[in-house]
């Protein structure tokens, strides 16, 4: 069965530090990942996503970046974060085991609080 | 463009049905998708209904679709205290080969005993 795992699961950080939030996925194979954000009182927010190795696309400018160096891993960045980072993110992938190629399996999530 | 709408509050009481309607604009959508969100935790799907239907019944939970009006809600019979979460609708569209969701921005349904 397939797995998908976020962390760290909460994360306290000051105002123009960096950021990396870690999203990795088990069995299944070149996955769609994406990366969302859920602000306070606010619905999701697509970030960025991902249909292979170094195929990212950004669904809105902002500072952060998100990379994808392996096939079931995709990364969230930043190198100064802002107060308006703060957030909950979520990881998702979709493929083609559910036979509903678009249906996305969301993982725990990222409690980013930014001080 | 792309929006779909949810009211953001919904409060019923144990026992009673609850009905979480949502509007979407893209008819070229698929599937359209309810997910539930529990308190610090990520999404879950509930169930989704493929856009050639008009009602999908899961158990508890009973979904209409009215294409003409591009309107989907999510009934849950017997409501209880343990559905209390933001339901979140969703429609999927494809574009240039990949698929994405668009969602709306949640109904938190509280239940009180």
């Known amino acids: 069965s397939q797995t998908i795992h976020q962390w760290p699961a909460t994360l306290v950080q000051p105002v123009g530090s960096p950021l990396s939030l870690e999203c990795t996925v088990e069995?299944?194979?070149?996955?769609?990942l994406y990366w969302y954000r859920q602000a306070a009182g606010r619905g999701l927010q697509l970030l960025f996503y991902?249909?292979?190795?170094?195929?990212i696309s950004s669904e809105v400018p902002q500072n952060l970046s998100a990379s994808r160096p392996q096939d079931r891993q995709f990364i969230l960045s930043s190198k100064k974060l802002l107060l308006s980072d703060s957030g909950f993110y979520l990881c998702?992938?979709?493929?083609?085991?559910?036979?509903?190629?678009?249906?996305?399996?969301f993982g725990p999530g990222t409690r980013l609080t930014v001080l | 463009g792309e929006d779909v709408e949810q009211s953001l509050f919904l409060s019923v009481r144990e026992g009673d049905s609850s009905v979480i309607n949502c509007t979407y604009t893209?008819?070229?959508?698929?599937?359209l998708y309810w997910y539930k969100q529990e308190p610090g935790a990520g999404l879950q799907l509930l169930t989704y209904?493929?856009?050639?239907?008009d009602m999908k019944q899961d158990q508890r939970l009973t979904v209409l679709l009215n294409k003409k009006d591009k309107h989907l809600s999510l009934r849950i019979a017997d409501t209880q205290t343990g559905d209390s979460a933001i339901y979140f609708c969703?429609?999927?569209?494809?574009?240039?080969?990949?698929?994405?969701?668009?969602f709306g921005k949640g109904t938190m349904l509280l239940v009180s005993p």
């Open positions: 998702a992938w979709s493929g083609l085991t559910s036979g509903r190629p678009n249906e996305q399996f």
């Open positions: 069995g299944t194979s070149n996955p769609n």
């Open positions: 991902s249909v292979g190795i170094g195929q």
């Open positions: 893209d008819s070229s959508s698929t599937y």
């Open positions: 209904i493929f856009s050639n239907m």
């Open positions: 969703a429609e999927s569209l494809t574009e240039a080969g990949y698929s994405t969701l668009t």
